[in-house]
């Protein structure tokens, strides 16, 4: 099989493109620098995230984006990514797909959506209780019917036996697909499943034919046969007869050029998760009611066996994230005393059941003390939900933390439980949770005090067991002040309360932490990296790490991904680290020792970065002058962007000298 791995934009600024992945890595975010950019998205980071590809490997990280990266709607770090998994960065939304379509029976082809008039089509809906093959109560057929269900019984207890011992999700959607063929004359069928938001997480489709040629063409579904479906207790036929001028007004039929459609819902006790979707071109061999009964016999033995399998899905990954958390101590890195005392408080925080609130800056490692807090408490072996307050939209927030009825809004077709319930008997980690709006903050507050809620829409009373820990970077205390944040609900979360410290203010561990990011990204990028030279050390300690542990982690990864040796030289860091010049120097020596004719000589590399230090120093001040004190006139005299001349003088230690000047 061939490797051709892509991205094919389904929405958002780039929505129809498609992005061939090279063999070198790829950084994603609206900077210009990076290999794949575009600038019209505000939740769009200036590095928002990083694909490595390796061994046939590709591996998704995020680079501490604000809005988050999402993998088949699931917040991500790192994972590594599958083909057909569907990534959403910002507003927009790609499918990965990592050979071509036709290789593989595996394979997705993409699925178009086509608006018709449902009033145009004209259609035949039959519930699960009318299915003679479900209701043994159901009255005889004549003979012709009994001998095709005779056929079709077959089918179904061929059917039955084999997908309940398969427990791979698209094994299980392609096999299902075969079997369906074999019973119903459909040309094209897809198994078509939902997200929260109605979103295709996952779209597997099959052709009878073998033709390569029809394998490429889009595959075009009737949105009103779509959005019937659902909402019918069973299936949906729909056959396009050529003297029927009001049928052949069915746009979406004709664009996809079928005589015949039928669809047929998934679902469970809950919810609604996904559709069986066949279409033929065929006039002589067009659905019957007799095939509508078939397939959602069909559709209600395969939504068992499709859960099943969507739910061992979800354990494995699951299973895989709790295996890379499990060391909690082994990445909380770090003695400095300010690590000693967050690790006191931990051990005091888990046993109880209390809130705790943890504060401080991004990339401080928040999330990480709130799953230590869990993981060594008596709930570690129930669920630890964490949202980001931040990253949902506004109209979505209020029913992924209390969950919806069905009904209550405009696309809720089923009810659905919040964050806070399924979290039941465990933790919730409320990360953000300065954003929240005030309704919001009220509703949350109410939760707290009561241990109870009712989903949007509903009335009744949940009772609910959850620990919630909440962290936040903002100054709560002066969002008070100013009426962004409710002042009870602040003493409600701070029941418990640490702030992780800065990492310059563990310099002590800038080391212990670069150490073991080395071994981790040496491993996972299989690079030979041995060590960091003594020069590079000093570099790492004197810098003032603005973007705390996270920041140290993407430099460390970044250094071993481009060095040329099999140790880390300062020239494999960031300019900005080069640059940068405390307000008290720290002494980076010029010199060492270089009596051994093989000692690296060291003294001409430091006097020529000092030289260029000194010398960007000077061209500044003489931009800054010749602007008379004007700082956009002087980043336009030297042609950088404002941005760039504030990192360059924050880096270079130059706001006591243009004070002084001024």
């Not at 369906?180 to 897809?190: L, S």
């Not at 996904?274 to 067009?286: F, H, V």
């Not at 809130?355 to 990480?368: A, H, M, P, Q, W």
């Not at 790490?545 to 996270?550: D, E, F, H, K």
């Amino acid at each position: 099989m061939n490797i051709h791995p892509r991205l094919i934009f389904l929405a958002g600024p780039k929505k129809g493109e498609t992005f061939l992945i090279p063999d070198s890595d790829v950084t994603i975010g609206r900077h210009s620098s990076n290999l794949l950019t575009w600038d019209d998205d505000k939740l769009f980071s200036r590095y928002h995230c990083q694909l490595v590809r390796g061994n046939d490997e590709f591996i998704l990280t995020d680079l501490g984006s604000r809005n988050g990266t999402f993998v088949n709607g699931i917040p991500i770090t790192q994972v590594t990514l599958g083909h057909q998994d569907t990534i959403k960065i910002g507003n927009s939304l790609a499918l990965f797909l990592i050979h071509e379509e036709g290789e593989d029976d595996s394979a997705s082809a993409l699925v178009g959506i086509s608006d018709d008039d449902p009033n145009s089509q004209s259609t035949i809906f039959l519930s699960s209780a009318d299915s003679h093959y479900l209701n043994a109560t159901k009255p005889m057929v004549d003979p012709t019917t009994a001998i095709r269900m005779s056929k079709n019984l077959q089918a179904l207890l061929q059917l039955g036996q084999e997908i309940h011992s398969i427990r791979d999700m698209n094994a299980l959607q392609q096999r299902l697909l075969e079997l369906i063929f074999t019973a119903i004359p459909a040309e094209r069928g897809a198994i078509l499943l939902f997200g929260d938001e109605d979103n295709f997480v996952s779209r597997v489709i099959r052709f009878r034919s073998e033709n390569t040629a029809e394998k490429e063409q889009q595959m075009t579904i009737s949105r009103s046969i779509l959005q019937r479906a659902k909402q019918a207790d069973g299936g949906i036929l729909a056959i396009r007869v050529e003297n029927d001028l009001s049928l052949q007004q069915a746009l979406s039929l004709q664009s996809s050029g079928a005589h015949s459609v039928m669809a047929a819902r998934l679902a469970n006790s809950s919810e609604v998760f996904g559709l069986i979707y066949l279409d033929t071109t065929n006039p002589g061999q067009s659905f019957d009611e007799e095939h509508l009964q078939l397939l959602i016999t069909i559709a209600n033995l395969a939504a068992g066996a499709l859960e099943t399998a969507r739910h061992i899905e979800h354990l494995k990954k699951e299973t895989e994230r709790l295996q890379n958390e499990l060391d909690m101590d082994r990445k909380m890195i770090g003695d400095s005393p300010a690590m000693k005392s967050v690790r006191t408080f931990i051990a005091r925080a888990a046993p109880v059941t209390s809130t705790v609130l943890i504060r401080g800056g991004s990339g401080t490692g928040k999330e990480l003390v709130a799953r230590a807090i869990h993981q060594n408490s008596p709930r570690a072996n129930k669920p630890f939900i964490a949202i980001n307050c931040a990253a949902l939209p506004e109209n979505l927030i209020e029913s992924e933390l209390f969950g919806h009825e069905k009904g209550a809004f405009t696309g809720a077709i089923s009810q659905k439980k919040g964050k806070f319930e399924l979290a039941d008997g465990g933790t919730i980690f409320l990360d953000e949770v300065g954003e929240l709006k005030p309704d919001l903050q009220a509703k949350l507050l109410r939760v707290l005090q009561e241990s109870e809620l009712e989903r949007v829409g509903g009335t009744r009373i949940i009772k609910l067991n959850v620990r919630v820990i909440a962290a936040t970077n903002k100054d709560l205390e002066t969002a008070i002040r100013i009426g962004e944040f409710r002042e009870d609900l602040y003493y409600r979360l701070r029941v418990l309360s640490v702030t992780m410290p800065s990492l310059k203010e563990r310099q002590g561990d800038i080391l212990q932490l670069a150490g073991y990011f080395l071994k981790k990204y040496a491993e996972e990028c299989k690079r030979p990296i041995k060590g960091i030279s003594d020069l590079a050390r000093l570099y790492l300690q004197n810098y003032h790490w603005p973007g705390n542990v996270r920041e140290l982690e993407n430099v460390l990864e970044r250094a071993v991904v481009m060095a040329e040796s099999e140790i880390i030289e300062h020239s494999d860091l960031p300019a900005e680290i080069l640059e940068y010049e405390p307000a008290q120097n720290h002494s980076v020596p010029k010199t060492q020792d270089t009596s051994s004719p093989t000692a690296p000589r060291i003294f001409e590399v430091t006097t020529f970065h000092e030289a260029v230090k000194e010398a960007k120093k000077q061209i500044i001040l003489n931009a800054f002058e010749q602007a008379g004190g004007n700082h956009s006139g002087a980043a336009k005299l030297l042609g950088i962007h404002s941005n760039n001349l504030h990192r360059l003088i924050s880096n270079l230690n130059l706001k006591p000298l243009l004070k002084k000047e001024s």
